[in-house]
């Protein structure tokens, strides 16, 4: 079955660097376009960002833009967001998710990012 | 810049039917923003409920639906349980590679 499997995540001082993984399974990695959404705790679901399914024209949420560029490594099965200049709006849980007709469609369990000093 | 709105809350009663809503601030939601719903309980991870407007998700009870009503994507539930009770999500597609959450529903079944 599909399954998402999200690592990377931890503390992290303001200005510093990480990079997410999502190791995904059960489906035919290469012909699926992959999201990165965020939620900071309380508060609701944000986009970050998309990959096509070959890796060309990725796409943020202006929120990121300039400081996080999605990749994916399709011999890997694996899909990252590094993640530059962090900052304390930053914390959040980060999902990866299958795209699917233009949707985010299987999601995997999260990771938490905690931006602090 | 664009947002997306939702109720940010709605309450129904055990076995009624509710509809919950998402607009954008500027304009009329077509099928052409792709909407799709989302299902949340408390530390858990997203579960997908509608996409392309209108599409159950795989293992989705069909008391779940999606449709256009008005200017606005709209998720109804029926036969409402117990266990709807969540918070739920849409998302717009806005074209040129980007999406946009609405801020949430917080239902309740009571």
């Known amino acids: 079955q599909v399954q998402l499997l999200e690592s990377g995540g931890g503390v992290v001082q303001p200005g510093r660097s990480l990079r997410l993984s999502c190791v995904l399974s059960g489906f035919d990695f290469s012909r699926y376009g992959l999201h990165w959404v965020r939620q900071a705790p309380g508060k609701g679901l944000q986009w970050v960002a998309v990959i096509p399914h070959d890796g060309s024209n990725p796409y943020y949420a202006d929120s990121v833009k300039g400081r996080v560029t999605i990749s994916r490594d399709n011999s890997k099965n694996t899909l990252y967001l590094e993640m530059n200049s962090l900052r304390a709006e930053d914390t959040a849980v980060y999902y990866c998710?299958?795209?699917?007709?233009?949707?985010?469609?299987?999601w995997g369990q999260g990771t938490l990012v905690t931006v602090s000093s | 810049q664009t947002v997306v709105t939702q109720e940010p809350s709605f309450s129904v009663s055990p076995g009624g039917r509710v509809t919950l809503t998402c607009g954008l601030s500027s304009g009329s939601v077509s099928t052409s923003h792709n909407p799709s719903w989302y299902q949340q309980t408390p530390g858990q991870a997203p579960r997908t409920l509608i996409y392309s407007t209108n599409t159950r998700s795989s293992g989705v009870p069909d008391r779940f639906s999606g449709s256009i009503f008005g200017n606005k994507a709209a998720l109804t539930i029926t036969g409402a349980q117990a266990d709807d009770e969540s918070d739920y999500y849409c998302?717009?597609?806005?074209?040129?590679?980007?999406?946009?959450f609405g801020g949430g529903t917080k239902l309740t079944v009571l």
């Open positions: 998302v717009l597609y806005m074209g040129t590679g980007i999406w946009v």
């Open positions: 998710a299958r795209d699917l007709d233009l949707s985010p469609d299987f």
